[in-house]
Nanobody
Framework: VQLQASGGGLVQPGGSLRLSCSAS????????VGWFRQVPGKEREWVSC????????FYGDSVKGRFTTSRDNAKIMVYLQMNSLKHEDTAVYYC?????????????????WGQGTLVTVSS
């Protein structure tokens, strides 16, 4: 399974952006999907995760109340809606999938990773 995150770009502070995660060779219906981000020179940060079965969603403290993770009805895509963006949200964002039905904040628990998409929040 190959994942691909897309939808990054340049946005002003306070703006919004929606990232998408897709899988080639499968659908994301079979996986719990997490979002992570990383700034060069810094540790990877867990952002959010959505389980496979009941759709429970969890968020890191730094994005809680501003970001929303969802699946499309066909469960092919997973989205990360980012609102009220701040300078500190600037990072490369990655989606990851795990065959288990649990959400993990530890990236080592995920089986598949995609190439990231750059989000730059700047005026």
């Amino acid at each position: 399974v190959q994942l691909q995150a897309s939808g990054g770009g340049l946005v002003q502070p306070g703006g919004s952006l929606r990232l998408s995660c897709s899988a080639s060779g499968s659908t994301l219906e079979r996986y719990a999907v997490g979002w992570f981000r990383q700034v060069p020179g810094k540790e990877r940060e867990w952002v959010s995760c959505k389980t496979r079965s009941d759709g429970s969603t969890f968020y890191g403290d730094s994005v809680k109340g501003r970001f929303t993770t969802s699946r499309d009805n066909a469960k092919i895509m997973v989205y990360l809606q980012m609102n009220s963006l701040k300078h500190e949200d600037t990072a490369v964002y990655y989606c990851a999938a795990t065959r288990t039905d649990y959400c993990y904040s530890n990236g080592n628990e995920y089986d598949y990773w995609g190439q990231g998409t750059l989000v730059t929040v700047s005026s």
